[in-house]
């Protein structure tokens, strides 16, 4: 945690002077903020504090790239940042009985379903895909919600049905349907987001954890699998139908066919990855800002660039002990609704990683999703920073026991 810490408070060192349009006192009371976040913790529990850690070291690391970036984009993460930070201090006592969220289960579902109608109704396209619902000054992503939202409603019904379902017998069509059904209302969720908001990034993203808590709750392989089917053919039929899906697909297997035209972001984002080699060309040094919307799609590929190969590696180590450390929590939760909770939570932070590295590295189709901590977006970061208060919660132990 000391470590973690360190490393956060000397991003907010070099972010300072960096041009940034955020005065220095902004940056220190964000220092102050995670200090309290992390003190908030009762005297007579242990928790797990390197989770709460290595968020605030990520998103001032995340802070430090972006306002290299763009200044001016960077002093609104430092206003997320703060509305974040606030949240999950003030809301420490309410995390503290999250068990109680399990009595909501069917507002959650019913939450995430309104969600996506306003998104249906008022909802902005860019770049192909309608994420975003604009009130005034104020711009979010309505999706960024909906995640946890399933993830709250799939952790409370998993929960008083897994016994039931795991022992249903996969012939059994009646039975499935019945205690399946309104389960498949979180699988649902995914479909709809491919369909109509035509964003195959954030439908895998809850397809995968939707799948994770599934099998988990009923070590049914053969639900997960007969989704997994399901899904693979929606996807198969979007990329078909739906021309800015296709295009993501050919640009990801053929970048250079069209250069200076759809390739020319994926392209870019070779030269950087490229021009970054093993150490990195410097803080400040490189060229990342031939890359259209580096900020959030391609923040990875800038980071790289200036930090090198070893940098990335450096990052992804981060990200891969918040993600262990998060599954670590939900094994050893007490009960299976705290046990599923932090497991959905979990994979859907691990998943979202994985999407998002995965495509800048071009192992497969990039899609429009943030990199968690690291890409500019407010709505990502209040998301994350509350998905981390809640595993950090759920980690908690009696010192007697802990001992």
């Known amino acids: 945690m000391t470590i973690a810490l360190a490393f956060a408070a000397g ?48 998103s001032a690391l995340g802070l430090l790239i972006v306002s290299r970036l763009s200044p001016d984009l960077a002093q609104k993460q430092v206003m997320w940042l703060a509305v974040s930070l606030i949240l999950v201090v003030a809301g420490a006592p309410y995390f503290a009985r999250f068990r109680v969220l399990a009595a909501y289960k069917y507002i959650w579902i019913v939450i995430a379903i309104g969600l996506f109608l306003l998104l249906a109704v008022f909802g902005q396209e860019v770049n192909g895909a309608k994420l975003w619902i604009r009130l005034g000054p104020v711009q979010f992503e309505p999706v960024e919600a909906i995640k946890l939202l399933v993830v709250l409603f799939m952790a409370s019904y998993l929960a008083e049905t897994a016994d039931v379902i795991a022992t249903t017998r996969p012939w059994s069509l009646r039975a499935n349907a019945k205690y399946l059904g309104p389960l498949f209302i979180g699988w649902g969720s995914s479909m709809a987001i491919l369909v109509f908001q035509r964003d195959v990034g954030m439908a895998v993203l809850l397809f995968a ?124 939760a007490p009960d299976l609704y705290a046990k599923l909770l932090a497991t959905g939570l979990a994979a859907t932070l ?54």
């Open 11 to 58: 991003a907010f060192l070099v972010v300072a002077p960096a041009g940034i349009a955020a005065p220095r006192w902004a940056l220190i009371a964000l220092a102050v903020a995670a200090l309290i976040w992390i003190a908030t913790e009762p005297r007579d529990v242990a928790r797990d504090d390197t989770v709460p850690a290595l968020a605030v070291m990520l």
């Open 350 to 403: 691990g998943f979202q990683i994985v999407i998002i590295v995965g495509g800048v590295l071009r192992l497969f189709p990039l899609t429009g999703i943030t990199l968690p901590f690291i890409s500019y977006g407010g709505s990502s970061l209040v998301t994350n920073f509350l998905l981390v208060a809640l595993i950090w919660t759920i980690s908690s132990e009696r010192r007697t026991a802990a001992r």
């Open 209 to 332: 954890t939707f799948a994770a808590m599934l099998y988990v709750a009923t070590r049914r392989v053969d639900l997960v699998a007969g989704a997994c089917v399901v899904f693979g053919a929606a996807v198969f039929w979007a990329a078909s139908h739906y021309h800015y899906v296709h295009q993501r697909i050919e640009v990801w297997r053929h970048p250079f066919a069209d250069p200076l035209g759809a390739g020319y972001q994926a392209v870019q984002s070779l030269f950087s990855l490229a021009a970054g080699g093993l150490f990195g060309t410097g803080y400040g040094l490189g060229h990342p800002g031939f890359i259209p919307d580096v900020s959030t799609d391609y923040v990875l590929a800038a980071w790289s660039e200036e930090w090198g190969a070893l940098g990335a590696i450096a990052l992804y180590i981060a990200f891969l002990a918040l993600v262990l450390r998060s599954f670590r929590i939900a094994q050893r």
